[in-house]
């Protein structure tokens, strides 16, 4: 019996009172049909109400893809637990879900992305919650904000500090889920699910697992079906008894703005010359002293911002295989992608499910990670997940403080200063007009990085700007390279009120970062 159904039929099953686990990363692999049904069903019936989502990575963007924008309603929505938000320019309008939650109208926690999906594979196993130091004198400690995102958040704690074997941990009660909503290519009719269309694989099997083993509903959303029996059973990735029904959307998106990008499923191999270089500016310059921290064989991971751009440097440099990157949503290798497809890569040697490849972030396995910064203060602590006057600018934390907790090396990259209107030549670095504010402050709005942690652990932290390559001592932040034209004491210290010193050794950064061509790099 085939375990097609329509949207509608799909949804019109999840009870009141569900908590609702979804598979996505901002729109790659986003359910959005299954959603949309929801959205419209309680706009018809009022059903299903008081529902609590899950989220390990964001559902939708501000694109195109509302995800979890349709879950949005009063009455429908109580309670959200995710490891981002989807987040835009101040030029779009704020999402609903950020509406909801900045004028508390739903109880909302940002939680790492590695410990939702933690959270489901210890539900499932009925084991009693996630017991981690992940986060810990983060803000996801509860002697920060444990993870709420409002007021009705920190009403209802979801963590809290424990002593166990003599040390301190995080300790997250199971939220059980009793509906999943995932995501893949192709279903046959007794609901065995592939991905071959896909740019990654997500959390959807462990999601449907954790789900099965508390007698709930798991929906598939899915592009085509096929025949029973027409399905390599090696490349089925979701078993047909972990499905209930499946729902069929041909008109699904790859990703934001791509429909189809056989290169982004794998498919094909793009020639590394088709892929656009980075443009020349001053993030460009960044980016590039970022990269002379790899060495050929490194394993590297990557965030959003700045640091997407360090994989275009060394294509330009002509070393597009000396390193292998490993992002969150669980591609390996290849060349990350940037823009309205981050989270995807082309030409990747593997994929791997991203709950798996979080035990590997969060065990530090890497070698080097390259992030971006909001704001860093005087303890070299870093935000980049709140931003209390523009909350949606931000994503929240996503997978940055998993993959900070045990980084052997960290590479924070970002502007000194906001606003900032500077002139580049192959010469140096001129500041023609200082910036808005500096980047570089007493103390950050959110502690998404702990600089007294990462201290105590002998984690090598680096801040990458366009003034200078700041180091994260016992005494706080010490400048230790200077961009050449920069003005050490008038553009570093001054700028920032004292807060970052200069090294009395402090050196020139080599002019090579600077011209339009390529700076020889040898790794």
């Not at 984690?459 to 400048?479: F, H, M, P, S």
Request: hydrophobic fraction near 40%.
């Amino acid at each position: 019996m085939s375990k097609l159904v329509s949207a509608a039929e799909a949804v019109a099953r999840i009870p009141d009172n569900a908590v609702v686990t979804v598979s996505s990363s901002s729109s790659l692999g986003c359910p959005d049909l299954v959603l949309k049904a929801i959205g419209a069903r309680f706009d018809a019936e009022a059903h299903p109400r008081n529902i609590t989502s899950l989220h390990p990575i964001a559902a939708g963007d501000m694109y195109g893809v509302k995800g979890m924008d349709y879950l949005a309603k009063d009455g429908l929505l109580t309670r959200v637990l995710a490891g981002s938000y989807p987040s835009g320019p101040s030029s779009l309008e704020m999402p609903e879900i950020w509406k909801m939650i900045v004028e508390d109208r739903v109880a909302a926690y940002n939680v790492p992305s590695g410990i939702m999906f933690d959270m489901h594979r210890e539900a499932a196993a009925r084991r009693p919650g996630v017991l981690t130091q992940i986060g810990l004198e983060t803000f996801v400690d509860p002697v920060r904000q444990g993870c709420a995102m409002n007021e009705s958040g920190a009403a209802e704690p979801i963590v809290s500090r424990v002593e166990f074997a003599g040390d301190t941990w995080l300790h997250f009660p199971n939220v059980v889920p009793n509906v999943c909503i995932l995501r893949a290519t192709t279903a046959d009719a007794r609901g065995n699910l592939t991905y071959e269309h896909e740019g990654a694989y997500l959390g959807g099997l462990e999601q449907a697992i954790c789900v099965r083993n508390h007698g709930g509903l798991v929906i598939a959303q899915v592009e085509r079906a096929t025949a029973v029996g027409s399905l390599r059973p090696h490349d089925v990735r979701v078993p047909g008894h972990l499905v209930d029904v499946v729902v069929l959307d041909p008109d699904q998106k790859q990703t934001c703005e791509t429909p189809y990008d056989p290169a982004i499923s794998g498919q094909i191999m793009r020639p590394w010359d088709s892929f656009a270089h980075a443009e020349h500016g001053v993030e460009k310059i960044i980016a590039r002293r970022a990269a002379q921290e790899l060495r050929s064989g490194m394993t590297a991971n990557l965030g959003f911002g700045i640091s997407a751009m360090v994989p275009r440097i060394l294509l330009e440099e002509g070393h597009p295989n000396a390193v292998t990157w490993a992002i969150e949503q669980g591609a390996v290798g290849g060349v990350p992608l940037t823009g309205f497809a981050f989270g995807c890569a082309s030409n990747a040697d593997a994929f791997v499910p991203s709950p798996q490849q979080f035990i590997y972030f969060q065990g530090g396995g890497f070698d080097v990670s390259f992030l971006s910064f909001l704001e860093v203060d005087l303890q070299g602590n870093v935000n980049v997940s709140k931003l209390g006057k523009k909350p949606y600018l931000t994503a929240g934390c996503g997978g940055f403080v998993d993959i900070t907790a045990r980084a052997k090396k960290i590479v924070f990259s970002g502007w000194f200063e906001a606003g900032a209107e500077i002139d580049l030549s192959e010469n140096g670095i001129k500041v023609t007009k200082p910036g808005r504010f500096t980047k570089m402050v007493d103390e950050v709005e959110h502690v998404t990085f702990s600089g007294d942690r990462a201290r105590a652990l002998g984690q090598d932290v680096l801040y990458v700007t366009e003034r200078c390559v700041i180091r994260l001592a016992e005494e706080g932040l010490i400048a230790t390279e200077i961009m050449p034209g920069i003005d050490a004491q008038r553009h570093i210290v001054a700028a920032s009120s004292g807060r970052v010193q200069v090294a009395e050794n402090a050196k020139a950064m080599p002019k090579s970062l600077l011209g339009a061509h390529p700076m020889g790099m040898t790794l």
